[in-house]
């Protein structure tokens, strides 16, 4: 048997068609919410849902034990659009049959199966993002931090937006308009089977440059589709009742998961949890070589 299937969780019934990868993205190596994920929320979800999928869990560290893949990432996120891609390049191909599409999400969130069932999976799609310019954003804190390659996390991104100038992927992504360069959050993506051989290569770019999350993720999803999704994300719930995409959710607490539960059974929509701020602005330097290694059996 090909040792990928160790580590994919297949929710397929029949063989039916299509069928979708979701990629769990555990930005530390704590696995709190691991067990409900596989034993409450995806089978769940797979009884909500209109379509078959499998599922895959990365973490910074292998968890053979746990099924977990290992994306030799820093701990806290800073790179986490760089997952999905490995998820492609490694298990696109591990089963007799092409994924529909790619969704990428955190540990700490839950996709809505009801509201993803009205809308249309043609189409690649994220949450909504704004025009990056460093003259009106000097605020932002990150502007002010260095990747892992002891850069300027703005200076990476312009690095990665002059080379992606200067390729095959600039008559799509059209980055000498800054209205093309975007930021935003980026803790979920939904990427359709044509456009995830071009996220791979550009997200293989701002990967190179260690481009911060909030910048690669949405300039990415902005070149690849304008399409974006009603979300939830830390204090922006307003929307609770509408979102397809809610964060964060912290499963450390038990009680989470019963919001969870009844958020997508329809038994109480509007529970919202309590929202924190967790200090990730700290990078540990370090010299990244990304190399998946999976057991022989």
Not at 284 to 293: D, F, R, S, Y
């Amino acid at each position: 048997m090909d040792p990928r299937q160790n580590y994919i969780y297949h929710y397929n019934e029949n063989d039916q068609s299509p069928i979708y990868l979701i990629v769990v993205n555990y930005h530390w190596n704590r696995f709190d919410s691991l067990a409900f994920f596989r034993e409450k929320y995806f089978p769940r979800f797979h009884q909500l849902f209109n379509y078959s999928f499998d599922v895959v869990y990365f973490a910074p560290s292998y968890q053979s034990s746990l099924r977990v893949v290992s994306n030799s990432l820093p701990i806290g996120g800073h790179y986490s659009y760089y997952s999905l891609s490995l998820a492609y390049s490694i298990f696109g191909k591990a089963s007799n049959y092409e994924y529909a599409g790619y969704f990428l999400m955190n540990d700490d969130a839950f996709i809505d199966p009801l509201y993803l069932n009205d809308m249309h999976l043609n189409e690649s799609f994220s949450e909504p993002s704004r025009v990056y310019s460093l003259n009106t954003t000097q605020r932002w804190v990150w502007n002010n931090h260095i990747n892992t390659n002891g850069i300027a996390f703005k200076d990476a991104y312009q690095f990665s937006i002059e080379e992606i100038q200067h390729s095959e992927y600039e008559s799509r992504c059209m980055l000498h308009e800054p209205v093309n360069h975007r930021s935003g959050l980026y803790d979920f993506a939904f990427i359709v089977q044509r456009d995830i051989a071009a996220y791979y290569e550009l997200s293989s770019v701002f990967f190179k440059h260690r481009v911060f999350l909030e910048l690669a993720g949405p300039t990415i999803s902005w070149c690849l589709s304008h399409k974006e999704i009603d979300s939830c994300n830390h204090f922006h719930w307003r929307n609770v009742k509408t979102c397809v995409h809610l964060h964060p959710v912290k499963l450390s607490d038990k009680r989470n998961e019963q919001l969870v539960l009844d958020h997508i059974n329809r038994r109480n929509i509007s529970w919202v949890p309590d929202m924190i701020w967790y200090d990730v602005s700290f990078i540990k330097p370090i010299g990244v070589v990304l190399h998946i290694t999976l057991p022989t059996s």
